[in-house]
């Protein structure tokens, strides 16, 4: 027990001292967050995190401790860039669905200290940013087994006051939740969301559960909650657990282990005059005319300027029938790495009808960050 009481006192000292410099290191992050706010520039800057974990894991003199130290030090990068946002926004953050909702977890993620603000339709979300209710607004746009989320980039093209200032990717993954005190054997009932119990069919069939439909899987973990019967559960996620009282009876039950949702985040300030940064994305949306060979044209400039093309969409142009606008995702070259897109969207009139710039932005996985998500 002294030995115990000993090493806790050690690390009560060393928190202690940790809390001081963490308070200096978040004051430091604010002025970063002021100057990007001037600059425009990116909060996420990958090279400098690089730079800061290589430099840093070098000081360790124990090898075994370098790989937890590379992670603390990713930690302590994410808590700063959450910091910073907060700063960079007004707070407040527009999402779709109820709490705990795919869309809110996404919105808590990007912004876990934001006022999360949930809406009834997309359209609510962009809606909100464009009138100033929020300052961002986090929007499903691509799902890797259902597809696009053609709705909202149909909402992307008809608010040119609005631009994209982030995309993340969100792993999906599913729960079984059910109230305090209940067991998997003791559990008769599942519902959930139409998808998420076809996603988890073989385990749920395993089990031999019956399963109810349900409007959307957080809605569904409410039901159970307010319930509080412990042979009915929900499948959901973890955090739609927390958010409701409810317990993780098994993880991860989906078996389609490579489900991610893509999120938008939009904003109003434009992007035109910020300086591109070597790999970040650059989104364009365009039109051309139904000629021959133009649309080979527009991509054969963009090619010819050393931008690789990540993504093509095409949808129809509202109230224009059998006609298309494209939208296109670039990774920015080093060689046009710290100009702005003017250039770009210069050489691009020519050979497009119209042409803008829906945003530039970093493109970062959601990693599931304790201590920083919830
Ligand atoms: O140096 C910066 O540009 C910062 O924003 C600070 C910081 C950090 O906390 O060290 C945070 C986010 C960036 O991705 C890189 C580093």
Redesign the pocket.
């Known amino acids: 027990m002294e030995l115990l009481e000993q090493a806790r006192a050690e690390i009560d000292a060393v928190d202690a001292q940790m809390a001081e410099l963490f308070e200096r290191?978040m004051r430091a992050?604010a002025m970063?967050a002021r100057s990007?706010a001037d600059s425009g520039k990116p909060?996420?800057?990958?090279e400098?995190?690089r730079a800061?974990i290589a430099k840093n894991t070098a000081r360790i003199t124990d090898e075994a401790l370098r790989p937890y130290y590379n992670r603390f030090l990713q930690q302590?990068?994410a808590v700063?860039?959450a910091y910073?946002r907060e700063l960079l926004g007004r707070g407040t953050a527009a999402y779709q669905g109820v709490e705990g909702a795919w869309a809110h977890i996404a919105s808590r993620r990007v912004f876990p200290f934001a006022r999360q603000m949930a809406c009834k339709t997309w359209a609510d979300v962009f809606e909100a940013v464009s009138t100033g209710k929020a300052e961002f607004g986090v929007l499903p746009f691509e799902n890797s087994t259902a597809g696009d989320v053609s709705a909202v980039l149909d909402l992307l093209y008809g608010h040119p006051d609005l631009s994209v200032c982030g995309v993340y990717d969100l792993p999906i993954r599913q729960d079984l939740l059910g109230i305090p005190g209940a067991t998997l054997a003791g559990l008769r009932t599942v519902v959930s969301h139409q998808q998420a119990l076809s996603q988890s069919a073989p385990f749920l069939r395993a089990h031999g559960f019956e399963t109810k439909v349900w409007g959307n899987t957080a809605d569904a973990a409410r039901y159970v909650s307010e319930l509080g019967d412990p042979a009915v559960g929900a499948v959901a996620s973890a955090e739609t657990a927390r958010l409701y009282g409810l317990q993780v009876l098994a993880q991860g039950i989906n078996e389609d282990g490579d489900n991610t949702t893509r999120f938008v985040v939009i904003t109003r300030t434009r992007s035109e005059d910020i300086p591109v940064g070597e790999g970040q994305r650059i989104a364009l949306l365009f039109t051309v005319d139904h000629k021959p060979g133009k649309l080979a044209q527009v991509i054969e400039r963009i090619g010819s300027m050393g931008f690789n093309m990540e993504s093509i969409k095409s949808r129809p142009l509202p109230h224009v029938q059998f006609e298309y606008y494209f939208y296109v995702q670039l990774i920015c070259p080093q060689r046009a790495a710290g100009q702005s897109c003017r250039t770009l969207l210069h050489d691009l009139e020519a050979p497009c009808r119209t042409v803008r710039l829906l945003g530039v932005f970093d493109h970062e996985t959601l990693c599931d960050e304790e201590g920083v998500t919830v």
């Open positions: 290191r992050v970063v990007k909060v996420f800057d990958p400098r995190e800061v302590a990068m700063s860039r910073q």
